[in-house]
């Protein structure tokens, strides 16, 4: 399908800490910056790290719930809520684009942190419905691109693509303070996905163990990874990819984002 004037991008997002829902920061500052640039969607699709489940599913239901998955955290951050309505239309349409593929219309998740922490600082009235789809665990790299080739026509419907994780995420070797030094192979690692994701090589990033011999020190598990083909398998051969802010927190936490489609930030 050829892209219309208002054909949307596709994004993934490295959402960090949940603590970035309340805060002000870089990374936040750029998340907002986004919202207001973008033309507004009729919807957002959003795939989260925190979402990985035995099955495909989509939520389906006309109120999400706001999902407090997390623990440790400051009750502000437990009192937060986003009330975007669903989008039961939307989950049947990509109920339709997956098949012969079996996806559940889900009515019992709702909204987790990898989607909201992210969509408080873009559309922070919480006013465009959002359906999130759940990432199957069962599957290999190449499924979850396959079914972000098949959600691309969603970009041309007005929903916005959001894969939400972080592309290195090793929890176990984080390293506390807000000036902690990123791990070399972690700032390795990332620019490496950086440049494959620059030079248009879908296969080395579906490939990603492959890259480098620390690669499963940076990705030690896949769920925050694969987001990003999602918004990979979304991409048209025209589109501009750019990354609207990037670096390394607490050692080995990256938050690289990346945008593919037209750029509307002039």
């Known amino acids: 399908m050829e892209k219309t004037a208002n054909t949307l991008p596709a994004l993934f997002i490295g959402h960090g800490s949940p603590m970035n829902t309340l805060e002000d920061n ?8 986004l919202g207001r640039s973008l033309p507004r969607p009729r919807a ?39 009330s975007a309505p669903g989008d039961p239309a939307l989950a049947a349409r990509i109920q339709a684009l997956l098949a012969p593929l079996t996806v559940v219309a889900d009515h019992d998740w709702g909204l987790d942190h990898g989607t909201w922490s992210i969509l408080a600082h873009m559309f922070p009235q919480a006013d465009i419905p959002v359906v999130q789809l759940a990432i199957d665990a069962r599957q290999p790299a190449a499924f979850h691109h396959q079914l972000g080739q098949k959600l691309a026509a969603l970009r041309d ?25 990123p791990y070399p192979w972690a700032s390795r690692i990332e620019q490496r996905l950086k440049d494959c994701l620059a030079n248009g090589d879908p296969q080395a990033l579906i490939d990603y163990a492959a890259l480098d011999q620390e690669a499963p020190l940076a990705i030690p598990t896949p769920e925050h990874y694969l987001p990003l083909l999602y918004v990979l398998g979304a991409r048209r051969p025209d ?14 936490i990256g938050m690289l984002s990346v945008f593919l489609g037209q750029d509307y930030s002039s």
């Open 157 to 181: 419907e007005g929903v916005l693509i959001l894969g939400s994780g972080n592309l290195v995420h090793n929890l176990r070797t984080i390293r506390w303070g807000d000036d902690a030094p």
């Open 44 to 82: 957002i699709l959003a795939i989260s790290a925190h979402w990985y489940i035995g099955t495909t599913a989509v939520t389906a239901m006309a109120r999400p719930k706001t999902i407090h998955d997390f623990g440790g955290f400051p009750q502000a951050l437990f009192d937060f809520q986003y």
């Open 239 to 252: 589109d501009r990819i750019y990354f609207p802010v990037e670096g390394i927190d607490l050692g080995s």
């Open 26 to 33: 870089r990374y936040t500052r750029v998340w907002h910056a």
